[in-house]
């Protein structure tokens, strides 16, 4: 097993996903402006969004230890869908995703150093919902679960019944996408299996 690294989320699903793979980490949670920029693609506002995660947890600590970043967004229509501000806002999201396929984008940031470049990689994955019933919605809602998720729902709890079809990664879905994690990982000398 390799050496430890920075996870820079607080993400309970990220976590999952580096245990998944055995992976030693140490969280340090940043709090940073998720607003998209102006004529900012999704691809490129995860990527910043993940390399200025990765960035501020750098600012805050000495030494070289490697320090990951990520982001993720529901995009429909090229619009990023963020989480929901309240039950309407989750609903309006989910009746829009309602018999649709959208992408799930994921940036991922691996600093390895303050003297050297970051390694980045995105994933794309495509997930098809099937229609879905406002009761259900308004169900799904009432389990509390899409309260804190970008698009309102999650692959890895009861929003997998809403999903008919996923072209992609799950792990990516769901946070973290793992394929691109071990390659960065990998690439920075750190061996997992």
Known sequence: MGSSIILASASPRRRELLDQIQVPYQVCAVSIDESPLPGESPKAHVRRLARAKAGKVRGQITGRRPILGADTVVVRDNTILGKP??????????KSLSGRCHQVITGVCLDIGPDTAPLEAVSISRVCFRPLEEREILAYWHSGEPVDKAGAYAIQGRGAVFIRHLEGSYSGVMGLPLYETAQLLKEA????L
């Open 85 to 94: 501000r309240d039950m309407n806002h989750a609903v309006t999201m989910l």
């Open 189 to 192: 000398g750190i061996e997992i």
